[in-house]
């Protein structure tokens, strides 16, 4: 079984995951809202 997780933080949080990762191993995969593949709030585009 595979577990994913999100988290959303209001600040900048990678210093404290690479942190983490160094101590407990594993592999981090970062993606930040700015660039998420999601449109942002007030986009002109929409979805199909």
Known sequence: ???DFH???A???????EFY???LGGN???L????SPA???GSRELAS
């Open 39 to 41: 449109k942002k709030p």
């Open 11 to 17: 600040g900048q949080c990678q210093k404290a995951f």
């Open 7 to 9: 988290i959303n933080f």
């Open 1 to 3: 079984m595979r577990i």
């Open 21 to 23: 990762q160094s101590i």
């Open 32 to 35: 930040t809202y700015e660039n």
């Open 28 to 30: 981090i995969e970062l």
